[in-house]
């Protein structure tokens, strides 16, 4: 449990410090992001268990990506540790890396879509785009409208600056997913 209390804390921290980059209040990132301001304040103090749904609604709500929001991987003595799992109600996400240029930010994360669940993203930035390369099952993935299947083997990549959903069709899916946001 005090993984979990960690975590919260931690991300619960860095939301409040993003929101006051924007110079926003409670109020103004909770009606964006389509959350109470009650739900934003115990996120924000550490006693919410973040999930990747509200994750993703608050960064985006605030036009940062999802890794401004999750301790990154740490490395020591060569090795790389990934970061803390995030679960919303279909994906499990590990950040596994975060790159920084003068063109974009790129995310890499491990993920795993629980069999029969199906999770919609909102809306990120224009020009956010995304791509899943699937290891093993079935991936529904892609713009709400018009979704597409991935399976095994294959990669996929769409536009999320519209609400995208990731489903498992059959099993679950293991796979990769790299996030693009343009700097």
């Known amino acids: 449990?005090?993984?979990?209390?960690?975590?919260?804390?931690?991300?619960?921290?860095?939301?409040?410090?993003?929101?006051?980059?924007?110079?926003?209040?409670?109020?103004?990132?909770?009606?964006?992001?389509?959350?109470?301001?009650?739900?934003?304040?115990?996120?924000?103090?550490?006693?919410?268990?973040?999930?990747?749904?509200?994750?993703?609604?608050?960064?985006?709500?605030?036009?940062?990506?999802?890794?401004?929001?999750?301790?990154?991987?740490a490395s020591g003595d060569g090795v790389i540790e990934p970061s803390p799992e995030v679960s919303g109600r279909a994906v499990d996400a590990v950040l596994l890396e975060r790159f920084d240029d003068a063109d974009a930010i790129t995310e890499i994360y491990r993920v795993r879509i629980?069999?029969?669940?199906?999770?919609?993203?909102?809306?990120?930035?224009?020009?956010?785009?995304?791509?899943?390369?699937?290891?093993?099952?079935?991936a529904e993935v892609g713009a709400v409208d018009a979704p597409f299947l991935v399976t095994a083997g294959e990669h996929g990549g769409w536009d999320a600056s519209v609400p995208h959903v990731y489903a498992a069709r059959g099993g679950p899916v293991e796979a990769t997913l790299v996030m693009r946001y343009p700097a």
């Open 114 to 138: 629980r069999a029969g669940a199906r999770q919609v993203s909102p809306a990120h930035a224009p020009g956010v785009r995304e791509y899943l390369i699937v290891f093993s099952g079935t």
């Open 1 to 73: 449990m005090e993984g979990v209390e960690t975590l919260a804390a931690e991300v619960g921290a860095r939301i409040a410090e993003l929101r006051r980059r924007r110079g926003w209040s409670l109020s103004e990132v909770a009606r964006r992001a389509g959350l109470g301001k009650a739900t934003l304040s115990e996120l924000e103090a550490g006693r919410r268990n973040p999930t990747l749904e509200t994750l993703f609604a608050v960064t985006a709500a605030m036009g940062f990506p999802l890794s401004a929001a999750i301790p990154g991987p």
